[in-house]
């Protein structure tokens, strides 16, 4: 095993872990009931999925789904689950929360002095009161402040760790980039869906919209384990005999799947959120008009690329239908026509090359 693919494989994994035991120990300080910190428990199947990739797999990835990144949406999103859903009534900014920094602080000064009266005590003494000033310090932080930096460096962490993660061989370092520059792109539309919609004070007072709203949120991190978006599905010798949809999905297969992440877990989803915050509940703001109206545009996009490749392939099922070449329907209607324009000027020369046989038989007998 490589060196490197083993430190990318351990160090990715112990971020993912670090993160999740951050969100269990704020649902800790925000419930006050210790019990919850059984939730750091499902790091455990992160650390057998560790274990088994490192020996069945030599720590490199799988064929279209990363087990790591799955595991990591399990250990982290009840945690963001339940901060969201508290929701407490700390603000930021307020006077007490910067007098509590304050105290802090002056603890901290006070605790360093007296730790120079002992040289060698002191040194131990002044590195826990540090951390212990440094702890309480962050615990000042008010709770929205929190959960939406959860947020943020949960959704980086699945970029960046989608990055650092060994690929297997199935996919390339070219496809791996397209893929992350999508996840770029679909992270932050997620995190202003979750952050844009919960704000919403009428929003807060509904206990099963903000569960609605959650539920989608959290339907929509499941594109993150999937690499279904850059890769093809093979085209084999027998694709001639399958049947259509068959033959459609060899051909078109990522671009499937973009089109129905977007209309079925991404845009489609969000819209349908939006569209009842305005219709059912009546909640109107500059920000909720602006996306229902992006959302409403990239799903009418999607519709019309879904009819574009569905008319490209027709068109390439009627063309060979009317020409017998051997050409596969999974391939690009433009290679297929290239290959029966190939075909007709063979046949060109195949007929024109006797005829000027035969005229040239006659002068020579002359």
């Not at 020996?55 to 087990?67: A, D, N």
Request: hydrophobic content about 45%.
């Amino acid at each position: 095993m490589e060196l490197l693919v083993l430190c990318n494989a351990l160090v990715t994994r112990l971020l993912f872990v670090l993160h999740s035991l951050i969100g269990v120990w704020r649902v800790t300080e925000v419930k006050k009931e210790p019990r919850y910190w059984l939730l750091a428990l499902l790091n455990l199947l992160l650390c057998l999925e560790t274990g088994l990739t490192l020996k069945f797999k030599q720590g490199r990835g799988y064929k279209w789904f990363s087990p790591a990144i799955f595991l990591y949406l399990i250990c982290t999103v009840p945690s963001l689950w339940l901060l969201e859903i508290h929701h407490g009534t700390q603000y930021c900014g307020n006077e007490p929360g910067a007098v509590q920094v304050n105290v802090s602080n002056q603890d901290f000064n006070q605790s360093r002095d007296s730790s120079h009266g002992t040289a060698h005590e002191g040194t131990d003494h002044h590195i826990i009161q540090t951390a212990k000033v440094f702890v309480n310090q962050l615990s000042t932080i008010c709770e929205t402040v929190w959960t939406l930096a959860l947020h943020q460096t949960f959704l980086l962490l699945l970029v960046i760790g989608r990055w650092l993660l060994p690929i297997g061989m199935e996919i390339t370092r070219d496809q791996l980039s397209q893929l992350l520059l999508m996840f770029v792109g679909t992270a932050a539309d997620i995190l202003e869906f979750a952050s844009e919609t919960l704000d919403i004070e009428d929003v807060r007072k509904n206990y099963a919209l903000i569960n609605a709203i959650l539920a989608v949120w959290t339907w929509s991190m499941l594109q993150f384990p999937l690499d279904l978006a850059v890769q093809h599905i093979g085209c084999k010798p027998a694709t001639t005999s399958r049947r259509i949809p068959s033959l459609l999905l060899c051909r078109y297969s990522a671009e499937l799947w973009n089109i129905g992440v977007s209309l079925f877990i991404q845009d489609g989803p969000f819209f349908i959120v939006r569209s009842i915050l305005m219709g059912h509940f009546r909640i109107f703001n500059q920000m909720l008009v602006f996306f229902t109206a992006k959302n409403i545009l990239v799903v009418t996009l999607q519709l019309y690329r879904l009819a574009v490749i569905t008319l490209d392939f027709r068109a390439t099922l009627l063309q060979k239908s009317r020409k017998e070449v051997n050409c596969c329907p999974c391939e690009p209607y433009e290679a297929c026509a290239h290959a029966m324009a190939s075909q007709d000027t063979e046949m060109k020369k195949c007929v024109a090359f006797p005829a000027k046989e035969e005229s040239e038989a006659p002068s020579e007998d002359q």
